[in-house]
């Protein structure tokens, strides 16, 4: 088995720790690629009279990047660039197609809904279609998601549009059909895109994580280390599963790279969290203080990326069920579906007001979504609220998913 980078791990008693050192190069390879191709294009981007292809080139080259090496402030720079770039050009669609992107990544809904219908037939392409199903799934329709992603894959199937029908698909209930779907993603993939099959691996991995199978897990995060050595989120997929194996010490040694490498305050607090199992109290805190800063400094900036992880800070870690239940009601005027449903239902059974918690999970739970999270927390509310057969039902169902619902797993 490969663990963290420029480690090679091994299995050891049933274990997953045993490490040698080994070298990474394929993502310091693709990193340093895209870093020259910025170098050559940046001062051909912009100079007046603009060149449209370039202009589009620079800014899809900074949001390429930003997003390999999970740079925020690059994300932020390239943003910069594309609004100016819609400034010179108007209304492309290339342009508004990295925009809708970068507005999606940040949770920024009606920004997106707003590019697809303003680039120049944006709406139509391939791209825009799936767009639009992304926006559907994220506002809880999913049945226009699903709608969505089935026609985008009768019209040629491509590996991106089969992992998002496969996502659906897996949160729905349906595993094992999720999990062929990402099998036929990763055979429309090519040599040239290694990357992106490590990634539908990673999702593989997350899927048997979710149902308690660790070592299957485990064989699919080894195959996306293979497949694309180095990868910072490779790593971090292995420090969680590292934790929910009971390999506590491992796993912070692991997330302590990938903060080294990646500082972003959901993986402070995934570490601030393995931390406080551990009984190191003052690291936790210093953690989970860096963590809630960075979240609540983006939300004082007009940034909405960071409300879901602050419902679950104050949920999990602060056990602040008021400032839960604020911040569950802003990401669901934003976005409702299951999730942020089932985020304000547990909010709510936080700050002790159980028939609005239940009204809130039984709506999260009336979308078909099968999660033994999900199942989990609605157990917990229901035996709260003196509903023994219901809580018992759905215990059972979260179990039945996932014998192991209740150890370490990380918020994504």
């Given at each position: 088995?490969?663990?963290?980078?420029?480690?090679?791990?091994?299995?050891?008693?049933?274990?997953?720790?045993?490490?040698?050192?080994?070298?990474?190069?394929?993502?310091?390879?693709?990193?340093?690629?895209?870093?020259?191709?910025?170098?050559?294009?940046?001062?051909?981007?912009?100079?007046?009279?603009?060149?449209?292809?370039?202009?589009?080139?620079?800014?899809?080259l900074?949001?390429?990047?930003?997003?390999?090496?999970?740079?925020?402030?690059?994300?932020?720079?390239?943003?910069?660039?594309?609004?100016r770039?819609?400034?010179?050009?108007?209304?492309?669609?290339?342009?508004?197609?990295?925009?809708?992107?970068?507005?999606?990544?940040?949770?920024?809904?009606?920004?997106?809904?707003?590019?697809?219908?303003?680039?120049?037939?944006?709406?139509?392409?391939?791209?825009?279609?799936?767009?639009?199903a992304?926006?559907?799934?994220?506002?809880?329709?999913?049945?226009?998601?699903?709608?969505?992603?089935?026609?985008?894959?009768?019209?040629?199937?491509?590996?991106?549009?089969?992992?998002?029908?496969?996502?659906?698909?897996?949160?729905?209930?349906?595993?094992?059909?999720?999990?062929?779907l990402?099998?036929?993603?990763?055979?429309?993939?090519?040599?040239?895109?290694?990357?992106?099959?490590?990634?539908?691996?990673?999702?593989?991995?997350?899927?048997?994580?979710?149902?308690?199978?660790?070592?299957?897990?485990?064989?699919?995060?080894?195959?996306?280390?293979?497949?694309?050595?180095?990868?910072?989120?490779?790593?971090?997929?292995?420090?969680?599963?590292?934790?929910?194996?009971?390999?506590?010490?491992?796993a912070?040694?692991?997330?302590?790279r990938?903060?080294?490498?990646?500082p972003?305050?959901?993986?402070?607090?995934?570490?601030?969290?393995?931390?406080?199992?551990?009984?190191?109290?003052?690291?936790?805190?210093?953690?989970?203080?860096?963590?809630?800063?960075?979240?609540?400094?983006?939300?004082?900036?007009?940034?909405?990326?960071?409300?879901?992880?602050?419902?679950?800070?104050?949920?999990?870690?602060?056990?602040?069920?008021?400032?839960?239940?604020?911040?569950?009601?802003?990401?669901?005027?934003l976005?409702?579906?299951?999730?942020?449903?089932?985020?304000?239902?547990?909010?709510?059974?936080?700050?002790?007001?159980?028939?609005?918690?239940?009204?809130a999970?039984?709506?999260?739970?009336?979308?078909?979504?099968?999660?033994?999270?999900?199942?989990?927390?609605?157990?917990?509310?229901?035996r709260a609220?003196?509903?023994?057969?219901?809580?018992?039902?759905?215990?059972?169902?979260?179990?039945?998913?996932?014998?192991?619902?209740?150890?370490?797993?990380?918020?994504?």
């Open positions: 088995m490969v663990g963290a980078r420029g480690v090679r791990v091994t299995g050891s008693r049933g274990g997953l720790s045993e490490r040698v050192t080994t070298p990474r190069t394929d993502f310091d390879a693709e990193r340093d690629r895209i870093e020259r191709a910025i170098a050559e294009v940046e001062p051909r981007a912009f100079p007046r009279p603009v060149d449209g292809e370039k202009a589009t080139q620079y800014c899809y900074l949001y390429q990047h930003a997003s390999l090496v999970g740079d925020l402030e690059g994300l932020a720079r390239a943003e910069v660039a594309i609004e770039a819609i400034a010179e050009l108007g209304p492309a669609p290339d342009v508004y197609l990295l925009k809708a992107n970068m507005d999606f990544k940040f949770h920024r809904l009606a920004d997106v809904e707003r590019d697809l219908h303003t680039g120049r037939g944006l709406l139509h392409t391939p791209q825009g279609r799936a767009l639009q992304d926006l559907d799934f994220q506002e809880g329709r999913y049945d226009e998601a699903r709608r969505g992603y089935e026609s985008l894959i009768r019209d040629g199937p491509t590996w991106d549009s089969l992992a998002r029908l496969a996502h659906l698909t897996w949160k729905l209930g349906d595993t094992e059909a999720a999990d062929r990402y099998l036929r993603a990763e055979d429309e993939l090519t040599a040239k895109e290694m990357r992106h099959y490590a990634w539908v691996e990673l999702q593989r991995g997350v899927l048997r994580l979710r149902q308690g199978r660790h070592e299957t897990a485990w064989t699919h995060y080894d195959r996306a280390d293979r497949a694309y050595s180095g990868y910072w989120l490779v790593d971090e997929h292995r420090a969680e599963l590292l934790g929910a194996h009971g390999q506590l010490e491992e912070v040694q692991l997330y302590e990938v903060v080294a490498r990646v972003r305050p959901e993986f402070h607090q995934a570490l601030g969290e393995l931390y406080a199992l551990l009984g190191r109290v003052d690291q936790a805190a210093e953690s989970s203080e860096r963590a809630l800063a960075a979240y609540l400094d983006s939300a004082r900036r007009g940034g909405v990326h960071y409300y879901h992880h602050l419902v679950d800070f104050y949920s999990d870690v602060r056990e602040d069920g008021a400032e839960a239940v604020r911040w569950a009601r802003m990401d669901l005027a976005r409702s579906n299951f999730s942020t449903l089932a985020a304000l239902g547990w909010a709510l059974y936080r700050a002790g007001e159980l028939p609005e918690a239940i009204d999970m039984e709506r999260a739970l009336a979308s078909g979504a099968a999660d033994a999270h999900l199942f989990s927390q609605a157990g917990v509310i229901y609220a003196g509903v023994p057969d219901k809580s018992a039902r759905y215990l059972e169902a979260a179990a039945n998913i996932n014998p192991q619902h209740d150890v370490f797993h990380v918020h994504r």
